[in-house]
T-cell receptor, first 114, second 114 residues
Framework: DAGVIQSPRHEVTEMGQEVTLRCKPISGHNSLFWYRQTMMRGLELLIY????????DSGMPEDRFSAKMPNASFSTLKIQPSEPRDSAVYFC????????????FGEGSRLTVL | KQEVTQIPAALSVPEGENLVLNCSFT??????LQWFRQDPGKGLTSLLL?????REQTSGRLNASLDKSSGRSTLYIAASQPGDSATYLC?????????????FGAGTQVVVTP
């Protein structure tokens, strides 16, 4: 398996623009997580899905952030409008649940908002 | 609220020495604990997963122990090599979060000098 695939790997945009990050989980995994990592705050869980259904989005910073999982093999995280403080590395991860299996991460999408 | 702490934040050792990395958690009601490795600019890679009923797990030069009652886990890396240089994170899954929502520590940055 190719692992968790994220795109784009790097994104530079200007404040106010819309940003869409994409994720393809590992085939057969039924849980998907979006994390954000910064030097100041470490890893923060934004939202997670189980069987394509959002379970907990309490980590989403504000209404400018939204996430969807239209099917088992694809998810998006959208920021509209983007702000400089959104600059971070955004990770997608997947696993099988329930059962607390290993969590597999993608390589991340590094976002810079100017 | 579960708090996961990793001390020290950074560690430097000469090649060949054994590495000892510590992880502590405040709530012992955990389902499992995972150790991850993160290389610069990369995602997290799962190293070892210890279920709450286990005392330790081993993989090659890596050994992780778990003492739930004292809220501690230790990752041992035998005969360290420069290639072991990375940030190591631990994460716990609470029994109340069977969906797989992990609580991460801030990580220990390890440098192994040749």
């Amino acid at each position: 398996d190719a692992g968790v695939i994220q795109s784009p790997r790097h994104e530079v945009t200007e404040m106010g623009q819309e940003v869409t990050l994409r994720c393809k989980p590992i085939s057969g995994h039924n849980s998907l997580f979006w994390y954000r990592q910064t030097m100041m705050r470490g890893l923060e869980l934004l939202i997670y899905f189980n069987n394509n259904v959002p379970i907990d989005d309490s980590g989403m910073p504000e209404d400018r952030f939204s996430a969807k999982m239209p099917n088992a093999s694809f998810s998006t995280l959208k920021i509209q409008p983007s702000e400089p403080r959104d600059s971070a590395v955004y990770f997608c991860a997947s696993t099988t649940t329930p059962g607390g299996g290993e969590l597999f991460f993608g390589e991340g999408s590094r976002l810079t908002v100017l | 609220k579960q708090e996961v702490t990793q001390i020290p934040a950074a560690l430097s050792v000469p090649e060949g020495e054994n590495l000892v990395l510590n992880c502590s958690f405040t709530d012992s009601a955990i389902y499992n604990l995972q150790w991850f490795r993160q290389d610069p600019g990369k995602g997290l890679t799962s190293l070892l997963l210890i279920q709450s009923s286990q005392r330790e797990q081993t993989s090659g030069r890596l050994n992780a122990s778990l003492d739930k009652s004292s809220g501690r886990s230790t990752l041992y890396i035998a005969a360290s090599q420069p290639g072991d240089s990375a940030t190591y994170l631990c994460a716990v899954l609470m029994t109340t979060d069977s969906w797989g929502k992990l609580q991460f520590g801030a990580g220990t940055q390890v440098v192994v000098t040749p």
